[in-house]
């Protein structure tokens, strides 16, 4: 499994009138860990809503050479793009173990999980060694820590063959130390696959976005690397404000 990549044109998303994005190009490559950046408003929740056909957007998006505007949202998760948001939907009650059972049995479909079998499937456990939550297989999720859920809600769309991670705020509310954690994870998992990172935390993109796009305004106001980025005069002024 790879990941694929994702070309955004002239992509457009108005609400009453209102231009939340406003002509976007992005060329994000297969394997990427894009951080899409910017003040609140920017527009950088809107964007990942229109990828994943949670709002009405114009212009194109396509994933693997495949259109995806147009399209519902359950065609669009089954594409192989998976999204979370900035507060973990796990299974409180369910072992971590079951909670990415019933992750993997959703791609398999629902007579799969009913059928007996015997051990935990290969995607599992190496979602498991990914995530770093072996250890934790057999707790509840509801007693992981807020960072760990993260991280098993990351390991759920693992566990679906998802090739694009759209991933918003995956650190807001943790720890130096889960930060750190979670910047290695998402390591780890690009290449294999595709991740876009909505973020806030200016000191995690630094330690490890590959490419950053920064948005302002619905527009793309700067595109590159970190240090390109951050050296960026308008990006100075408009989002670090210096
Ligand atoms: P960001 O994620 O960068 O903080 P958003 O994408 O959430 O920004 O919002 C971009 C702009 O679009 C904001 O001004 C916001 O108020 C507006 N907006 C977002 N969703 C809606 C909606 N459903 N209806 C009207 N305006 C919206």
Do not use: C
């Not at 995956?170 to 954690?181: I, K, L, N």
């Not at 595109?223 to 404000?241: C, M, N, S, W």
Request: charged share 25%; glycine share 12%; net charge neutral.
């Amino acid at each position: 499994m790879s990941g694929l990549g994702l070309i955004v044109r002239d992509l457009r998303v108005t609400f009453d009138g209102f231009k939340a994005v406003d002509g976007v190009d992005l060329d994000i490559r297969p394997g990427d860990l894009r951080f899409l950046i910017g003040p609140n408003g920017a527009g950088k929740t809107t964007l990942v809503d229109a990828v994943t056909g949670l709002v009405k957007a114009t212009g194109s998006v396509r994933f693997g050479g495949e259109e995806l505007l147009g399209k519902p949202v359950h065609r669009i998760a089954r594409m192989g793009i998976g999204r979370t948001f900035q507060t973990a939907t796990v299974f409180e009650e369910l072992t971590v173990l079951q909670n990415l059972d019933i992750a993997a049995g959703a791609k398999r479909g629902p007579l799969t999980m009913l059928r007996r079998r015997k051990g935990t499937p290969e995607p599992v456990t190496k979602a498991l060694e990914t995530t770093g939550l072996t250890d934790l297989r057999d707790r509840p999720a509801g007693v992981l820590a807020h960072g760990q859920k993260q991280w098993l809600e990351i390991g759920m769309l693992l566990v679906q063959d998802v090739k694009l991670l759209l991933l918003d705020e995956p650190v807001a509310g943790m720890s130096h130390d889960e930060r750190e954690a979670t910047g290695e994870l998402l390591q780890r998992v690009s290449g294999d696959h595709t991740v876009v990172v909505i973020e806030h935390d200016m000191d995690f993109m630094r330690s490890f976005a590959r490419s950053v796009t920064v948005l302002h305004a619905g527009k793309i106001l700067s595109e590159g690397t970190v240090t390109e980025v951050q050296a960026d005069a308008k990006v100075q002024e408009v989002y670090l404000g210096r």
